[in-house]
């Protein structure tokens, strides 16, 4: 039996890559190539009203039915996210572009609103009127991990909109994902 040894590895486990180093850049070069689906994350609730652009959810087990959102610990939303307790995931259709500037700029909070239709759902949180899909959700955990907060979702309402189209980041660039 042949023995393989382990890939060496350029960093000491604990050290964490320079923020200007090659390495840094080759990551979120190939961060680029890895498309996701883009999402407008919102909540409402004692601390406000907010909502953020992210391309960085997915689903950790259908039982119970869980999300992972990554949140920016330094994002002007932080704060309001962590108290509320409950968010929507929005997910982007095919021409929502704009929308997605928005939240994912520094555009006011009312302005990023009012640049679409919304309704409120049981739990009070904004959902997209033409969303592809929704998520309502209660966060019942979170891990910090670097710059971020993985936060952990439950999803207690489910929203299929009537149309089957989506948007994904891509190298740096929107794609509308249009049914053939």
């Known amino acids: ?41 919102t909540t409402d609730g ?12 997915c689903s950790v087990t259908d039982d119970p039915p869980t999300l992972l959102i990554c949140l920016n610990r330094n994002a002007s939303v932080y704060p309001v996210f962590q108290a509320n307790g409950t968010l929507c995931v929005n997910v982007l259709g095919a021409g929502q572009q704009q929308l997605s500037n928005l939240f994912g700029g520094k555009t006011p909070m009312d302005e990023r609103f009012a640049a679409a239709q919304w309704h409120a759902s049981r739990s009070g949180v904004p959902v997209l009127a033409d969303a592809a899909a929704t998520f309502e959700c209660r966060v019942v955990g979170r891990t910090a991990v670097g710059t971020h907060d993985v936060l952990f979702c439950e999803v207690e309402m489910v929203r299929v909109g009537s149309a089957a189209h989506g948007l994904v980041y891509f190298d740096r660039r929107y794609h509308d994902l249009l049914p053939q």
């Open 46 to 57: 004692p601390a406000g009203r907010a909502g953020f652009t992210a391309s960085a959810v």
């Open 1 to 41: 039996m042949m023995s393989i040894a382990p890939a060496s590895h350029p960093h000491p486990a604990g050290t964490a890559l320079a923020a200007t180093s090659p390495e840094r850049a080759d990551y979120r070069n190939a961060m680029a190539r890895l498309g996701a689906a883009v999402n407008i994350i």
